[in-house]
């Protein structure tokens, strides 16, 4: 029975490489018709390049624009329409908005700006385009929020300076009501304890003033402005279309194809002859 199997199994194959060399014309016509029409779309399809950039996102106590928020941003029609505009680029804002993708990168303030674009010089016009006005546009959120800080340690430093006033005025007033004698020593003393129990109140207030102002400054120190790490950078090869992957997958395509048109073929032959 085993050695029956084997016959047949070796009878089967026999015939499958049979069909094969009969119709290896219509295989290699298939394969070959396969590979040149994909090679031939590929030289023809526009070629699409990519342009990156690295931009450092605003810190100011925290991200002036949530990395979740940045894409939208870059996207958005209030945003791409007046750089299309300015700069007279011949795009639709809704072609744009799809060649651009943001890339986080963990850890860190930076992200990545990526633009796939037909051409190359196009790619990094573009590229640059979106980055100087996203640059510009963050600046204008720093420089208001460093304004409002700056403003806010402005007065911090002013009531610091009053209170310290009011502490030196006190303080001589003390002095002064300490050197007073006479019939009026009584309500001396009242006022005298008066002002010692106002001190404290200011040195309160002037420590708190104080920390408010050394916390402020230590924002500013902390403070990241909007910046370009790495220029705008062009692929050297068009990104798309993959011309060796596609005739690849083409030429694998074509031979499935063509062995497929072989067998189907000589079944139809077959199958007439036996009608």
């Given at each position: 029975?085993?050695?029956?199997?084997?016959?047949?199994?070796?009878?089967?194959?026999?015939?499958?490489?049979?069909?094969?060399?009969?119709?290896?014309?219509?295989?290699?016509?298939?394969?070959?018709?396969?590979?040149?029409?994909?090679?031939?779309?590929?030289?023809?399809?526009?070629?699409?390049?990519?342009?990156?950039?690295?931009?450092?996102n605003g810190f100011l106590e925290e991200p002036l624009i949530?990395?979740?928020?940045?894409?939208?941003?870059?996207?958005?029609?209030?945003?791409?329409s007046p750089i299309i505009g300015k700069l007279n680029l011949?795009?639709?804002?809704?072609?744009?908005?799809?060649?651009?993708?943001?890339?986080?990168?963990?850890?860190?303030?930076?992200?990545?700006?990526?633009?796939?674009?037909?051409?190359?010089?196009?790619?990094?016009?573009?590229?640059?385009?979106?980055?100087?006005?996203?640059?510009?546009?963050?600046?204008?959120?720093?420089?208001?929020?460093?304004?409002?800080?700056?403003?806010?340690?402005?007065?911090?430093?002013?009531?610091?300076?009053?209170?310290?006033?009011?502490?030196?005025?006190?303080?001589?007033?003390?002095?002064?009501?300490?050197?007073?004698?006479?019939?009026?020593?009584?309500?001396?003393?009242?006022?005298?304890?008066?002002?010692?129990?106002?001190?404290?109140?200011?040195?309160?207030?002037?420590?708190?003033?104080?920390?408010?102002?050394?916390?402020?400054?230590?924002?500013?120190?902390?403070?990241?402005?909007?910046?370009?790490?790495?220029?705008?950078?062009?692929?050297?090869?068009?990104?798309?279309?993959?011309?060796?992957?596609?005739i690849s997958m083409a030429g694998v395509l074509g031979l499935?194809?063509?062995?497929?048109?072989?067998?189907?073929?000589?079944?139809?032959?077959?199958?007439?002859?036996?009608?």
């Amino acid at each position: 029975m085993i050695k029956k199997d084997q016959t047949e199994t070796g009878i089967q194959l026999r015939d499958y490489l049979e069909v094969i060399v009969k119709r290896k014309m219509v295989i290699l016509t298939v394969f070959f018709a396969s590979v040149l029409t994909t090679t031939l779309i590929c030289f023809l399809s526009p070629k699409i390049y990519k342009a990156t950039a690295t931009i450092q996102n605003g810190f100011l106590e925290e991200p002036l624009i949530k990395k979740t928020e940045i894409e939208n941003i870059l996207k958005s029609h209030d945003f791409l329409s007046p750089i299309i505009g300015k700069l007279n680029l011949k795009i639709d804002p809704l072609q744009l908005k799809k060649a651009i993708k943001v890339i986080d990168i963990k850890d860190t303030d930076y992200f990545i700006i990526e633009l796939e674009i037909v051409g190359k010089d196009n790619a990094m016009h573009y590229c640059e385009a979106i980055v100087n006005s996203y640059l510009n546009f963050g600046k204008a959120i720093y420089d208001q929020r460093l304004k409002l800080i700056n403003e806010e340690v402005k007065i911090s430093r002013e009531q610091i300076n009053s209170i310290q006033a009011d502490i030196t005025r006190t303080n001589k007033l003390i002095t002064e009501l300490s050197l007073a004698k006479g019939a009026a020593s009584e309500r001396v003393s009242t006022a005298l304890g008066l002002l010692q129990n106002t001190l404290p109140s200011y040195q309160n207030n002037l420590n708190t003033l104080i920390n408010q102002k050394d916390e402020l400054k230590l924002l500013l120190a902390k403070a990241k402005e909007f910046k370009l790490i790495d220029p705008s950078a062009i692929s050297r090869f068009p990104i798309k279309p993959n011309k060796r992957l596609n005739i690849s997958m083409a030429g694998v395509l074509g031979l499935i194809f063509g062995f497929l048109l072989a067998f189907f073929i000589e079944y139809w032959e077959k199958t007439n002859k036996t009608a």
